[in-house]
């Protein structure tokens, strides 16, 4: 009787045959990404390659193993954190246009990046002197540390500014500095390093290896964890802090930890694969759209599946199947994507997703 | 089951405290960080019953809304005290003060995707755990809300597709399904139409009278609130608060002295705000009925005073009832004319 009422017999159904269509599209993004690539690995001896059986092809059984595996696994599981992290920040931003990237996270491991490929040459020896242009572990440290800072900046901030507004100003203009201080760095450097600059700029699920992929993977465990927690929280916050203040929420603890998850979320993923837009934002939407509702009861699971398809179907398209060359992923996520949001939004009735605007 | 019982204890705790909230010496306003507060009122000694339906009204910006947000502990006080239940207010832990408080915040939501019942649902919260899970008793107090307020039909649809008088209705079904001793609204009629305000005016003198809540509510409509409330809190702009039933603070005064201002005037006979007369031409007006009231209001509005007795050489208009039709006479200036319309009356009035 109860469930009825939560939900009405059609959605329900509905719901559990879009989880299914989305299990059923990883899975296929999955086999599609193993097999296409700059070399066609026929389907049938995919998994030959996968566990290393005798009688495939060696080099294929390497380019699957430490290549194309670790490349989808990385855009999966960056697809789910950067939408976790999107979720959060819209709800509780209570904007439509928010991303993981809004508080400035983005702009910390920009900076991180920046300095340790572009400031390394004004000081020469003395910072990352180990430090090759292609020396992608360096780079994640780099990355890492700004981020960290300003999420630090974020979660000290955010314990006394009340206003989520001001918040939001904030991290605005802290990523305006921060750009300066970037195009700054740009401006007076050698042209080699800034193209190995912008080759990081652009994103790229490929070179994460095993070890990365580990650390990676259990960040974003922490964070998603962390989040799914918070459905009623999050739900409570649709309403506005106040509402959620008069429910006997402790409203303080619960931003905290919404900035937290989301600020770790979108600053691992930017750590391993650079700063990857448009999914975080787009994501949180389709699954809105899709799923016709704003309960995070059923929208985490639902950003889970489609943030990882999303992601995946980007990378794979990013590969240029058949050809040599591999486009930059900023370029398809934004490319490919931003008409299909375009067409979500038009499509959509006034109001139809979370937020009128 | 779990209903009748928990209603029947909710009864015993309301007979052994009448008074849900209570203030003493309470001081509202804003702290400044270090420098001297902000001091909106004080010395507020205010008392709110079960079953009883306050409206608080008061010119924009005295701070009905800090009064509103203080007494529900959204927004710390200054100084005083408030005890909810007899309890100071600041010793309840959240839950608790959201089992004995609920609101209805003056902006509208801007959730969209989310049904009526999900969002009264989000009435249960301070009941339910980490992770939301309703019980059945949970889903029987949403459907007794959905019901009181009358809005039962409206529970799968999306809050976005309603009305903004529906919308408002499922927001205070929502309040009430936190099963709060007292609920406080802030300006729930703001965005209404005139009928919306009336049913919601009436749902809340209901919820007190019928269903023995405390409801306080501020709202600018104040022939509403005159009609509506059980006492009114009428606060004026030095922040100080007047009680009493509404016809008694007419009577007194004390509602022609908080709003009056230049060219607008409190008429105690009708209840309602007029436009002060600006005194220099006068017109005499004679005749009877709902015609000579409307013809009144007309005069008005195009500054004449309206005189009782006729003074030589002003106009002198006479409402004359026909039949199905009805004219105005005017004698002015010698000649007199007659007119079908109070608008072609106005044209020829001297301005």
Not at chain 1, 105 to 122: D, E, H, K, P, T
Not at chain 1, 199 to 215: D, E, H, I, K, R
Not at chain 2, 322 to 333: G, L, R
Request: contains cysteine; positive net charge; hydrophobic residues 50%.
């Amino acid at each position: 009787m109860n469930q009825t009422l939560n939900s009405p017999a059609g959605h329900q159904t509905k719901r559990l045959w879009l989880f299914g269509l989305f299990l059923l599209l990883i899975l296929a993004l999955l086999l599609l990404s193993l097999a296409f690539g700059s070399v066609s690995i026929p389907l049938k001896d995919i998994w030959g390659a996968l566990i290393g059986r005798e009688g495939v092809r060696e080099s294929w059984v390497y380019i699957i193993q430490n290549s194309r595996l670790p490349r989808v696994l990385t855009a999966a599981l960056a697809g789910i954190a950067l939408s976790a992290s999107g979720l959060q920040m819209q709800t509780m931003f209570r904007n439509p246009l928010a991303d993981p990237f809004i508080l400035g996270i983005n702009s910390g491991a920009s900076l991180g990046v920046a300095i340790a490929i572009l400031g390394s040459g004004f000081v020469g020896g003395l910072f990352l002197p180990a430090l090759n242009l292609g020396g992608e572990f360096s780079l994640v440290l780099a990355a890492s540390f700004g981020a960290g800072l300003v999420l630090a900046l974020i979660l000290l901030v955010g314990r006394w500014v009340q206003n989520p507004t001001t918040l939001l100003i904030l991290g605005l203009m802290f990523g305006h500095a921060t750009s300066a201080l970037v195009s700054l760095l740009v401006y007076f450097s050698a042209p080699e390093r800034i193209q190995a600059y912008s080759v990081w700029s652009f994103g790229s699920f490929s070179g994460v290896n095993w070890t990365q992929l580990t650390v990676m993977s259990i960040v974003i465990l922490a964070g998603v964890g962390l989040m799914a927690l918070l459905p009623k929280g999050l739900n409570a916050l649709l309403l506005g802090e106040d509402y959620a203040r008069t429910m006997g929420l402790n409203v303080g603890l619960l931003r905290l930890i919404v900035l937290l998850s989301a600020s770790v979320l979108s600053g691992v993923v930017t750590a391993f694969c650079g700063p990857i837009g448009f999914i975080g934002v787009a994501v949180p939407h389709i699954a809105r759209n899709l799923f016709k509702t704003s309960n995070h009861k059923i929208l985490i699971p639902a950003i889970i599946l489609i943030g990882a398809a999303v992601s995946m179907a980007a990378s794979l398209i990013a590969q240029l199947p058949g050809s040599q060359l591999v486009l930059p992923i900023n370029v398809v996520t934004s490319l490919f994507g931003a008409p299909f949001v375009v067409w979500v939004v038009l499509k959509r009735k006034r109001g139809a997703t979370s937020f009128n605007v | 089951m779990g209903g009748i019982k928990a209603k029947t204890r909710c009864h015993i705790v309301q007979r052994l405290t009448p008074s849900v909230l209570q203030t003493k010496a309470l001081s509202i306003g804003y702290k400044n960080g270090g420098k001297t507060p902000k001091v909106i009122a004080d010395q507020l000694n205010l008392q709110l019953n079960a079953g009883e339906f306050v409206c608080l009204v008061g010119p924009n910006g005295v701070g009905k809304s800090t009064l509103l947000r203080s007494v529900t502990g959204l927004q710390p006080k200054l100084d005083g005290e408030i005890l909810m239940s007899g309890q100071r207010l600041e010793t309840y832990h959240p839950r608790e003060l959201a089992g004995q408080v609920s609101v209805v915040l003056t902006s509208p939501i801007s959730v969209g995707a989310m049904r009526v019942d999900e969002l009264t649902a989000m009435g249960r919260f301070p009941f339910t755990g980490l992770f939301d899970r309703m019980t059945d008793h949970d889903w029987e107090v949403v459907r007794e809300t959905l019901r009181v307020v009358g809005v039962e039909k409206l529970s799968n649809r999306y809050i976005h597709t309603l009305s903004d008088g529906e919308r408002q209705k499922v927001m205070i079904a929502r309040a009430l399904a936190q099963e709060p001793r007292l609920l406080v609204l802030d300006e729930p009629t703001a965005y209404l139409d005139l009928p919306g305000r009336v049913v919601v005016m009436n749902l809340l003198h209901d919820l007190a009278s019928g269903h023995d809540k405390a409801v306080l509510t501020s709202t600018h409509d104040l022939d509403l609130a005159l009609r509506h409330a059980d006492r009114i809190w009428l606060m004026d702009d030095a922040g100080q608060i007047i009680q009493g039933a509404p016809e008694d603070l007419v009577l007194n005064g004390s509602f022609a002295q908080t709003f009056n201002r230049a060219g607008v005037r409190f008429d105690p006979l009708s209840g309602t705000f007029e436009t002060q007369n600006s005194g220099s031409k006068s017109v005499f007006l004679e005749g009877v009925g709902p015609e000579v009231v409307w013809t009144r209001r007309a005069l008005h509005r195009a500054g004449f005073a309206v005189d009782e007795e006729w003074i030589p050489g002003s106009p002198r208009v006479c409402v004359m009832p026909q039949n199905d039709i009805i004219t105005w006479q005017v004698e002015f200036e010698g000649q007199t004319k007659t007119f079908t319309t109070i608008y072609d009356l106005l044209q020829i009035l001297p301005k």
